[in-house]
């Protein structure tokens, strides 16, 4: 941080809080992209669930899944929202974001390779 | 709101979908499913670099479909590109795949809810490139592998649980109007149906019977008129056994044994390959003599193969025959190893070869004209 910045700013000059938010708006959308492409990856007959939990999920049915997996990272998002002035909130929330990001990529690719 | 901090979250978006799609290429790098295709004299040799040997060949047109006892995989005959169709991943099994000039069709069994297995029959429409998944009650007590011709598929039922196929059932995958096409009597003895095969608008089965003492039969039903013809090979007899049979356009063929009468044992037996076209119910011996086996047939093309030389260096010839006229003829002679397909569709022949070393591979060529 830069000296006399404010206090909850990046180095180059976003407010914290603000990128936090941003961060949080893309991993929910990212969240719904992956349920969505697994789901398809699934009923393709080309893929498994390899997380048992969401796996028993998606066997009882679609909206259970849904409601599962958007439950939890909304909360998560929530919790990270409110401790969005710490920096290790920020942190969480690039990791989080750019490993869906990865996830969603490698998915989207390999469908539309199908 | 800063501009910038929707930059810095853009970019960390970009960055893990970089990482994402490097991921993707390298596993495509190293993806086993891939075989190695190489062009030959007269066709195609498939080879699977990691040594899964193909089995379930079908061929219809331009397309090849197998079961490299993991995958669905497809190959064009025309520009050699192959395609993985479907994967038997986890909790799932995969039944021979099937493929007609339009549709490449297969069935997977998936554990689902309550560790139930689920059939799930899927098709892959070679000119849309589009898959679907066909799922619904009409599969549950699916009793073969679908069989498909044109746009029509049809598959062996089994409602009661009872030992055979109750009805014969079928789907027309471009409406996706079903339709049953046989069902059995019912009666004590009777029996059940067979698996199906079909060609055009013709669905063939060869029923089993529970009396040991019926004569063997082929049953083919025309599904737009209803018309229904009996093939009986032969007369039921102990030393009687019929072999495999094939459907295509008006014509049965058939391969029967006559089985060695000091033992009664297959091997060694006489084999005769029989062809009936069945507008005129002409009957027609194709090849006679021992270690025949493999017919199939395709519009007037009838190909068998032909074990000659001896045990511990057999020559195996793939015999043709058009049935419009002409002598056998040779398409292929080996020297070495043994063919455990042979499927004809148009002028091209496909076959599984196995080498003395036990390696598989998939070989096609052009039929001489």
Same mark, same amino acid.
């Given at each position: 941080m830069r000296d006399g910045a404010p206090r909850h700013q990046l180095?180059?000059?976003?407010?914290?809080?603000?990128?936090?938010?941003?961060?949080?708006?893309?991993?929910?959308?990212?969240?719904?992209?992956?349920?969505?492409l697994t789901r398809r990856a699934i009923w393709l007959g080309f893929a498994t669930e390899s997380n048992r939990v969401m796996g028993h999920f998606l066997r009882e049915g679609t909206l259970s899944a849904v409601v599962f997996k958007v439950g939890v990272v909304t909360v998560g998002s929530l919790l990270l929202w409110r401790l969005r002035r710490h920096r290790a909130a920020l942190l969480a929330a690039v990791a989080l974001t750019a490993f869906f990001a990865a996830v969603v990529a490698y998915e989207a690719l390999w469908v539309a390779s199908l | 709101?800063? $501009?910038?901090? +929707?930059?810095? %979250?853009?970019?960390?978006?970009?960055?893990?979908?970089? /990482?994402?799609? *490097?991921?993707?290429?390298?596993?495509?790098?190293?993806?086993?499913?891939?075989?190695?295709?190489?062009?030959?004299?007269?066709?195609?040799?498939?080879?699977?670099?990691?040594?899964?040997? $193909?089995?379930? +060949?079908?061929? %219809?047109?331009?397309?090849?479909?197998?079961?490299?006892? /993991?995958?669905? *995989?497809?190959?064009?005959?025309?520009?050699?590109?192959?395609?993985?169709?479907?994967?038997?991943?986890?909790?799932q099994s995969m039944w021979t795949p099937t493929v007609s000039d339009k549709y490449a069709v297969w069935l997977t069994m998936t554990i689902g809810a309550g560790d139930?297995?689920?059939?799930?029959?899927?098709?892959?429409?070679?000119?849309?490139?589009?898959r679907i998944r066909h799922a619904g009650n009409r599969f549950e007590g699916i009793w073969s592998s679908p069989a498909t011709s044109g746009t029509t598929m049809v598959w062996a039922w089994n409602g009661s649980g009872g030992p055979a196929a109750d009805e014969i059932r079928g789907e027309d995958l471009s409406t996706g109007r079903q339709f049953v096409v046989a069902t059995s009597t019912g009666a004590v003895g009777a029996g059940g149906l067979g698996?199906?095969?079909?060609?055009?608008?013709?669905?063939?089965?060869?029923?089993?019977?529970?009396?040991?003492?019926?004569?063997?039969?082929?049953?083919?039903?025309?599904?737009?008129?209803?018309?229904?013809?009996?093939?009986?090979?032969?007369?039921?007899?102990?030393?009687?056994?019929?072999?495999?049979?094939?459907?295509?356009?008006r014509t049965v063929v058939w391969s029967q044994y006559a089985l060695r009468p000091k033992d009664g044992s297959i091997v060694g037996a006489k084999e005769t390959v029989v062809a009936e076209n069945l507008d005129s119910g002409a009957r027609r011996v194709i090849a006679s003599g021992r270690r025949l086996g493999l017919e199939a047939i395709d519009g007037d093309l009838v190909v068998w193969t032909k074990q000659v030389g001896t045990v511990h260096r057999p020559t195996t010839q793939i015999m043709g025959l058009r049935l419009s006229g002409g002598r056998p003829f040779a398409i292929a002679t080996f020297n070495q190893g043994l063919v455990q397909y042979v499927l004809v569709s148009g002028d091209t022949v496909a076959m599984v070869r196995t080498d003395n070393d036990n390696t598989s591979w998939i070989e096609t060529m052009r039929v001489p004209q």
């Open positions: 180095r180059l000059g976003a407010p914290r809080p603000q990128v936090v938010a941003w961060l949080l708006v893309e991993l929910w959308v990212l969240n719904i992209a992956d349920l969505l | 709101m800063d $501009p910038r901090a +929707l930059l810095t %979250a853009v970019l960390v978006l970009l960055a893990g979908a970089v /990482l994402g799609a *490097i991921a993707y290429q390298v596993e495509q790098a190293r993806s086993t499913w891939r075989p190695k295709v190489t062009r030959t004299a007269t066709g195609w040799s498939i080879r699977d670099p990691s040594g899964r040997g $193909p089995s379930n +060949l079908a061929l %219809a047109g331009n397309h090849i479909v197998w079961d490299s006892q /993991l995958n669905v *995989i497809t190959m064009d005959l025309g520009s050699g590109r192959t395609k993985l169709l479907g994967v038997g991943v986890d909790e139930v297995q689920v059939p799930y029959v899927y098709t892959y429409e070679f000119a849309s490139g589009r698996e199906p095969v079909i060609s055009g608008d013709l669905v063939a089965w060869s029923p089993t019977s529970a009396d040991p003492h019926a004569d063997p039969q082929i049953i083919v039903r025309d599904l737009s008129t209803r018309h229904t013809w009996t093939i009986v090979p032969f007369r039921a007899a102990p030393s009687m056994e019929l072999g495999g049979w094939s459907l295509s356009g």
